[in-house]
């Protein structure tokens, strides 16, 4: 039984470039969120979606990101034009729908390095 | 606003116990939560407490939850070297659509 899986597990980027960050939840979760981890700190929620529906994306930054989880695929979180202070681990978490957040399972995480 | 604040750093020997503290500030979270985090790894979740509950044992862990002071604590018993990790205490928002974590207390497990 596959967990979250996120591709790719490490990704460098120069600045300006565009990241693409993909997330496959645990088969039959419906839910998926996406957290961001600074170096030495904790995660920071970003975005919860659900299929072809964001339902909270207070933590996304105004500018340059966006996440989708369509009908089909992964979960995508796009990083437009990166910039050296968007290094950081990306992880996604997925949950059935019944539970929410209550019972997030986590990815491995993206570590993205912008140069 | 919600915070969740943790000591950043304990050290202790193979076989002590572990208390690792947290304190937040939504005393309207259903849950409160306990994640570990290995090197390159995502998090796991190690066990949860319900808002209603005082205390909650699971073989060699056990939460403590003082909600008149916004104290959640997570003990070790018998720590061994293989608990070595970061430790995240989380709450969830007020929406319930998202969990907040503390910076995580790093453990570290001497033989």
């Known amino acids: 039984n596959a967990g979250v899986m996120q591709n790719p597990r490490h990704l460098v980027r120069r600045r300006g470039q565009e990241a693409r960050l993909r997330c496959s939840p645990v088969k039959g979760h419906s839910h998926v969120y996406w957290y961001r981890q600074l170096p030495e700190e904790g995660l920071k929620f970003m975005v919860y979606l659900q299929k072809e529906n964001i339902i909270d994306e207070s933590g996304m930054p105004k500018e340059r990101f966006s996440a989708e989880f369509p009908k089909e695929g992964p979960s995508i979180l796009r990083i437009q034009q990166v910039v050296r202070g968007d290094s950081a681990a990306y992880f996604c978490a997925s949950s059935p729908p019944a539970s929410g957040i209550y019972e997030q399972y986590f990815g491995p995480g993206t570590r993205l390095t912008v140069t | ?111």
């Open chain 2, 1 to 111: 606003g919600e915070d969740v604040e943790q000591s950043l750093f304990l050290s202790v020997r193979e076989g002590d116990s572990s208390v690792i503290n947290c304190t937040y500030t939504d005393s309207s979270s259903t849950y409160l939560y306990w994640y570990k985090q290995e090197p390159g790894a995502g998090l796991q979740l190690l066990t949860y407490i319900f808002s209603n509950m005082d205390m909650k044992q699971d073989q060699r862990l056990t939460v403590l939850l003082n909600k008149k002071d916004k104290h959640l604590s997570l003990r070790i018993a018998d720590t061994q070297t293989g608990d070595s990790a970061i430790y995240f205490c989380a709450e969830s928002t007020q929406a319930g659509t998202a969990l907040i974590f503390g910076k995580g207390t790093t453990l570290s497990v001497s033989s």
